[in-house]
């Protein structure tokens, strides 16, 4: 039996920290991994140039900021990437500082206790529930993503400036030249390259949260199934026989508890940065919705503001009943010049965050369970 089907949230799990290394951030794996010198070597060189080529673009959009050319899309657009790729360069900082910490956490996590008890059952539950959440997360990513080069090369053929995603400080509009356009390049593949970066560490806050969950419903099966014990033994077998065996199962069960609370106060410490870094951007996102709210109650200010007891010409009236009616123009603050931030949008996603929280058991009769014997964890 292969990984994939033995221990699904082992296989996965090592899937993201293979992609985690493949981006340069380094082995982050809790199992060793035999390669040769050179491979190490080869390695070393490609980390370097590749943090260096994320840190290096993100220092040159900041220092965008200083143009004084910009056109009112081009500030709109740089504000917001200035910020996001700041979130996400946090994120990646958040990463190498808790690489050590967050290794041992996810060996505790995935194999800790698995010779003890598991089920089968809850592993495929885990991993589908895993599976669905990031999907939608790099699908939502990348949908942008593929939106916003779209509409910059629609913008590219009708006003024939150079296709144009992020705002930098070097290349401007105005520069041309073959290396320019290889630089261009290079500059419009990086918000792909920080955005594959950021939803794998993103795909790996996600399993964490949900495995953590699984853990108390595995709990929850396990007192279930000492329960179905008691009650089929109970009367065939002596009262002494009984109650040992219901001690021995219940020290276990609080062992597995035991470890699951230290899996979630630890996966907090661990990855709380990472997570500190999502609520200020929903934080920052619930910010920008606010805006189209306190201006939509500017049209009832403007149509209090005494008018009716002002004794003016025509030409007053209209101007008031135009400017009430500019007022009930709703307001959107746009992400990457095509997404509205709107409170619709900001609510439809916090629920999708909500919904990685605890759910009940759902387990089903007859569910395949394998436990080993009980005096393995009492010998731990």
């Known amino acids: 039996m292969n990984l994939k089907q033995s221990h699904p949230q082992k296989y996965y799990m090592k899937l993201v920290f293979r992609c985690l290394y493949y981006f340069g951030l380094g082995d982050g794996w809790y199992e ?12 070393l060189i490609w980390a370097v140039i590749a943090n260096l080529y994320v840190v290096g673009i993100i220092c040159n959009e900041c220092l965008a900021n200083f143009r004084s050319d910009l056109s009112d899309l081009e500030k709109n657009d740089l504000v917001q990437f200035t910020f996001a790729h700041l979130s996400i360069l946090a994120k990646i900082m958040s990463f190498y500082f808790q690489k050590s910490k967050i290794r041992i956490i996810f060996e505790k996590l995935l194999e800790e206790t698995r010779s003890v008890f598991y089920s089968e059952e809850l592993d495929k539950q885990c991993v589908k529930q895993y599976i669905r959440y990031s999907l939608a997360l790099i699908g939502v990513s990348y949908l942008t993503l593929f ?12 006003e024939g400036i150079p296709i144009r995603t992020e705002v930098t ?11 320019i356009n290889i630089l261009r390049f290079f500059i419009e593949f990086h918000w792909w390259y920080i955005v594959g970066i950021m939803v794998v560490i993103d795909c790996l806050g996600v399993a964490s949260l949900v495995f ?11 007192f279930k199934q000492m329960r179905e014990k008691v009650l089929e033994n109970h009367g065939k077998v002596e009262r002494k026989v009984l109650e040992d065996e219901f001690k021995k199962d219940f020290v276990v069960g609080v062992k597995l508890h035991a470890h699951a609370l ?9 990855l709380g940065s990472i997570y500190s870094v999502l609520v200020f951007e929903s934080v920052s996102l619930m910010v920008m919705c606010l805006v189209k ?41 746009m992400a990457f010049g095509i997404m509205t ?17 605890f759910e009940p058991a759902d387990i089903r009769p007859g569910m395949a369970v394998r436990s080993t014997s009980n005096q ?5």
């Open 376 to 380: 393995a964890i009492a010998a731990k």
């Open 212 to 222: 953590v969950s699984y853990k108390f419903k595995l709990l929850q099966l396990y």
């Open 32 to 43: 060793q991994t035999n390669r040769s010198a050179n491979a190490k070597k080869l390695y």
């Open 169 to 179: 400080f070097y290349p401007r509009a105005s520069d041309s030249g073959y290396l």
């Open 293 to 333: 709210l306190v201006a939509s109650l500017l049209s009832t200010a403007i149509f209090h503001c005494g008018w009716e007891f002002i004794r003016a010409d025509t030409k007053l009236r209209v101007l008031t009943v135009f400017a009430i009616q500019q007022s009930q123009v709703p307001v959107y603050m």
């Open 341 to 357: 931030l709107s409170y619709n949008n900001f609510i439809s996603k916090s629920q999708r965050c909500v919904s990685l929280g």
């Open 262 to 270: 230290w899996c979630a106060r630890n996966v907090q410490q661990g």
């Open 147 to 158: 939106t916003t080069t779209i509409n910059g090369i629609r913008v590219h053929f009708m």
